[in-house]
Nanobody
Framework: VQLQASGGGSVQAGGSLRLSCAASGRTFRRDAVGWFRQAPGKEREFVAA????????YYADFAKGRFTMSRENAKNTVYLQMNSLKPEDTAVYYC???????????????????WGQGTQVTVSS
């Protein structure tokens, strides 16, 4: 299984983008699917994650109320709808998948063993 992230771009503050993460092959074959981001000079940080088996979705504090993670099973695709974007949201966004959704670990990159190539999001003020 490979992950292909897309949908990044350049927007002005207050704008919206929808990122997509498509899994090649039949299914994700992973229970944990997450989004992370990394801004220049900063460490990678957790954005959102979902359990493929029970559908629960969890967000970083900065994402709550602005970002929505969803999925389309038939297309083996997850989405990250990002609204009210801010310049500090500028980063490369990665989708990732891991074999198990652990409630104490889903926000950690080590919980994921499959990563997409990243898509650049740039928000200008």
């Amino acid at each position: 299984v490979q992950l292909q992230a897309s949908g990044g771009g350049s927007v002005q503050a207050g704008g919206s983008l929808r990122l997509s993460c498509a899994a090649s092959g039949r299914t994700f074959r992973r229970d944990a699917v997450g989004w992370f981001r990394q801004a220049p000079g900063k460490e990678r940080e957790f954005v959102a994650a979902t359990s493929w088996s029970d559908g629960g979705t969890y967000y970083a504090d900065f994402a709550k109320g602005r970002f929505t993670m969803s999925r389309e099973n038939a297309k083996n695709t997850v989405y990250l709808q990002m609204n009210s974007l801010k310049p500090e949201d500028t980063a490369v966004y990665y989708c990732a998948a891991g074999p198990r959704f652990l409630y104490s670990e889903y926000m950690k990159g080590d919980n994921y063993d499959l990563w997409g190539q990243g898509t650049q999001v740039t928000v200008s003020s």
